[in-house]
């Protein structure tokens, strides 16, 4: 049976959570051997010039190999210089490459813009409230009031300047950017390499039930989820459900936070492991039920869409 969040506060807590080079050669040359025999002029003198112009062929041939040696030698530079790791191409190496990217920035803390922004959709697949309806569709839309709009977020972003504390970068208030290591919670991971050179890692997660996000300062995270985004704490919204108003007027609450199909796109220069940008995705279905003033409310499903976007990073 489905459950449900069917308060203002309830939902709007949520929301509110859920912004948290070479030498030359050396010259040879071999002078002409007299023995006994008698040398004319003109034949020395022939011998000399042959000599001469055998001598003058080695080096050029000298030369020339010098030349190629120095120039093949400058092109397999070249090639060291500008060769890339290869594509990950296993869904473990596509993590691996995502985890020493992410962990890296974590170190490195270079400068970034950062924007989070919340969607709540109210159409027939998005929202299906069977009892209370009224009361969650109006409640509902305060709880949109809550929200920061795209347009807000992008007016008004996160500005970090390098050699910050990395606290907002994901996995959010942890040393690390990334610590899942189960590829078995990875429903697809891809890699493609960019015109321009980059790498554009893709990794979507399985389903998750009320994931927990990593601690502050943890380096274990007590959910897949929490191992590479910063999901909403249940426990935190359930402590704040059982206190002061929100018990006064909601009563017997129960839900289910479902993280589905939440994605992280990295894309990254490949070379020196620098981010160019990162984009997370976090998808919740929330269904629950409850009353709120005496009214029971039923909501079979209403989902919750969250975006971060990272940008404009220098190292």
Known sequence: MKKIIAVIMAV????????CGS??????STEPVSESEKVTEESLTSETEESSTEAQSKDDAESTDASETETSGEAETSEAET????LPSTTAEILAAYTAVMNQAKKDAPAFNKVEYQVLPDDSN???VSKGGTVVNAALKVAANFMVTEKDAKADPEIKEKGNNMRSWPVCKTPMGCMLTDTSAIKSAKCEELSNGNYKITIVLKDEANPEPTPDGGTVSPSKHGAVFSPLSKKEIDETLQGGIVSAVAKEISYNLIYH????VLVYDPSNNHVVSLDQTMRVT????GKVVGIQMVVDKQ???????IYNIKY
């Open 23 to 28: 030498k030359p050669a050396t010259d040879e």
């Open 261 to 264: 199909d939440c994605t992280a």
């Open 286 to 289: 929330i269904s629950g039920q």
């Open 303 to 309: 989902e919750l869409i969250d975006y971060m976007e």
């Open 83 to 86: 060769e890339k790791p290869a």
């Open 12 to 19: 709007s807590m949520l929301l509110a959570l859920a912004s």
């Open 126 to 128: 998005s929202r299906v």
